[in-house]
Each structure stands twice: as C-alpha cells, then as structure tokens.
T-cell receptor, first 111, second 112 residues
Framework: EDQVTQSPEALRLQEGESSSLNCSYTVSGLRGLFWYRQDPGKGPEFLFTLYSAGEEKEKERLKATLTKKESFLHITAPKPEDSATYLCAVQVMRGSYIPTFGRGTSLIVHP | NAGVTQTPKFRVLKTGQSMTLLCAQDMNHEYMYWYRQDPGMGLRLIHYSVGEGTTAKGEVPDGYNVSRLKKQNFLLGLESAAPSQTSVYFC???????????FGDGTRLSIL
C-alpha cells in the first residue's frame, strides 16, 4: 500500500529561523511528487513538482528536494506570511489516477 | 482565468435533505476529483473521473453520487444528508496524471 508521511505535524518558527519539512513515502514507482500550500479557508495551491531523485526546485524562500525515499521543503528566513499548511502528494506509475496525500504540516511563523 | 470554481461556498442542511455541489473548470482538464477535508483526517477522496461520462469510487464514496455529463463539470450529490457528512468539500482537476492538481476554494457544508 502506498503511504505518504509528513513530519512534523506542526511547526512553530520565529521570523528568520530557517527549517525543513519532511515528506517520506513508500510507493512502487514514483511518477511525481507534488508540494502544495493551503491557507485557512482556501483550497490547496500548487507549489512544486519533482519527478526524479536529485531534482530541486526553488521559489522565493522555498526550496524542494527529492531523494528515493523522501522530499524536503526547506524554508529559508521565513516570514509570517509563510504561515500555512503544507501538503505533499505522490503519484505512482502503475496506471493509477489517484495521488496519495500526506496529512500536512501546519507551519506558524511568529514575527 | 477562473480555474476551478465551486458552488455554493457555504450551505447548511437538515438531516435527510438532498443537495448537489457543482464543480466547474475552464482548463480543459481530463481528470476531476472530489475530496472531503476534516480536522486531523487530511484530504480523503470521495469520487473521481478520468473523462467525460466516466466516474469511479474513491476512498470514502458511501452516501455520495457523482456525474460528469460535460467535460468541464463534475457534480457531487448527497441524496440524504447525514451529520457525518459535515465537512469541507474540495474539487480538483488536472490535465494528465503526472501533473499537479488545481483545487477550488471549497464548499463548507454543515448538516444539522
């Protein structure tokens, strides 16, 4: 069974305090890994797609990396506006149309 | 670009009532999905569609029905609402199965 586990469940940071969120997965044949940001009262918003181990993507203070077993979302010098829930999802290769989501990491950045 | 639009945004129902949630996308996407999101449970897939005229069950399909008569629309129906169906419902779509999903902003449904 495909599994996606995100850690920590919740993270509190001070503004400027860099950290990383983890998404570990056990799937057969990764076709793609997706990171989303979800603000309260809104739907998830797409951030990054990673397709193969070693791949990295960056956007402003966020950097996503991928290995064969996990992905990290690095947040450098976060600001209060980075506060949100971050979701990870994986898509497997074997003819599935359904991505498997983790339960998310709730990030709060204090000014 | 409208993207994925869900209507209504909020609704309160009484137990036993029926209703339909509408999802519309203007991106010509093949795949569409209905999820529910509850505190501590994450996103759970209710039903999905891989093209016009097709539907399939997800993880938690009981009590829900869906239809995709037009490619751009995906309807979620509750025939006889129950308090356990109180949740936030999200619709999503994507063009191909190796691409990210685009989500609507959700329908907040309370069943009394």
């Amino acid at each position: 069974e495909d599994q996606v586990t995100q850690s920590p469940e919740a993270l509190r940071l001070q503004e400027g305090e860099s950290s990383s969120l983890n998404c570990s997965y056990t799937v057969s044949g990764l076709r793609g890994l997706f990171w989303y940001r979800q603000d309260p009262g809104k739907g998830p918003e797409f951030l990054f797609t990673l397709y193969s181990a070693g791949e990295e993507k960056e956007k402003e203070r966020l950097k996503a990396t991928l290995t064969k077993k996990e992905s990290f979302l690095h947040i450098t010098a976060p600001k209060p506006e980075d506060s949100a829930t971050y979701l990870c999802a994986v898509q497997v290769m074997r003819g599935s149309y359904i991505p498997t989501f983790g339960r998310g990491t709730s990030l709060i950045v204090h000014p | 670009n409208a993207g994925v639009t869900q209507t209504p945004k909020f609704r309160v129902l009484k137990t036993g009532q029926s209703m339909t949630l509408l999802c519309a996308q203007d991106m010509n996407h093949e795949y569409m999905y209905w999820y529910r999101q509850d505190p501590g449970m994450g996103l759970r897939l209710i039903h999905y569609s891989v093209g016009e005229g097709t539907t399939a069950k997800g993880e938690v399909p009981d009590g829900y029905n869906v239809s995709r008569l037009k490619k751009q629309n995906f309807l979620l129906g509750l025939e006889s609402a129950a308090p356990s169906q109180t949740s936030v419902y999200f619709c999503a779509s994507r063009l191909l199965s190796n691409q990210p999903q685009h989500f609507g902003d959700g329908t907040r449904l309370s069943i009394l």
